[in-house]
């Protein structure tokens, strides 16, 4: 158990539809990174909060967002879903979030989204 | 920009075989280097982390990797694999100087015949 945790942990819904995704950072952990696994992309980095803010942004399309909350959780709203949604969605956190991060991260189990 | 290639993306090996799963980066300094597995329908789990010091790395479940700077790669190795190794191994490069992301290699799925 990383201490990382996901919600939810399967999802299916339709095309054109929203959907929220859920993650709990370890205890402490400040720094929170999105990533998106599908069968022809790998693991492909969308986004990174440290303490509530922005840090990195990677290959995340413009429907969808993220944010940090002050508890430090974090969200990843995805909109106007499409069939190539479909995907593992994971978290991951570190103690930091600073470049020359020295921390590796820790994976939640993944949110499985299909989008029909 | 930081990159990191796992040049083999199936490898079998028998049971009891030794392994060796290949690792290059792309980076001017010396980079946090680190290797994951991930077992289907889990998370990715760190197996070990590179940051400076011995260039031979001991991780979890009898895991060691080696960082060649002269070669640029973090090869991870075991000595006789078992069937509970089949999973996905990734190598990433951590944080540098500029940047805040940890980039991923494109996976190396290991099937163990037993």
């Known amino acids: 158990d990383s201490g990382v945790t996901q919600t939810p942990k399967h999802l299916i819904t339709a095309t054109g539809q929203r959907v929220t995704l859920r993650c709990s950072p370890r205890?402490?952990?400040?720094?929170v990174y999105w990533y998106q696994q599908s069968l022809d992309q790998g693991l492909q980095f969308l986004i990174q909060?440290?303490?509530?803010?922005?840090?990195a942004k990677g290959n995340i399309l413009e429907r969808f967002s993220a944010q940090q909350f002050p508890d430090l959780h974090s969200e990843l709203n995805l909109s106007s879903l499409e069939l190539g949604d479909s995907a593992l969605y994971f978290c991951?956190?570190?103690?930091?979030?600073?470049?020359?991060?020295?921390?590796?991260?820790?994976f939640g189990e993944g949110s499985r989204l299909t989008v029909l | 920009a930081q990159s990191v290639t796992q040049p083999d993306i199936h490898i079998t090996v028998s049971e009891g075989a030794s392994l060796e799963l290949r690792c290059n980066y792309s980076y001017g300094a010396t980079p946090y280097l680190f290797w994951y597995v991930q077992s289907p329908g889990q998370g990715l789990q760190l197996l070990l982390k590179y940051f400076s010091g011995d260039t031979l790395v001991q991780g979890i479940k009898g895991f060691e990797a080696e960082f060649k700077r002269s070669q640029s790669s973090f090869n991870l190795r075991k000595p006789s694999v078992h069937w509970s190794d089949a999973a996905e191994y990734f190598c990433?490069?951590?944080?540098?100087?500029?940047?805040?992301?940890?980039?991923f290699g494109t996976g190396t799925r290991l099937k163990v015949l037993a």
């Open positions: 909060y440290y303490n509530g803010e922005e840090r």
């Open positions: 205890s402490g952990d400040l720094s």
């Open positions: 990433a490069v951590g944080p540098t100087s500029g940047t805040y992301k940890y980039i």
């Open positions: 991951a956190s570190s103690v930091r979030g600073g470049a020359r991060n020295t921390g590796e991260l820790f």
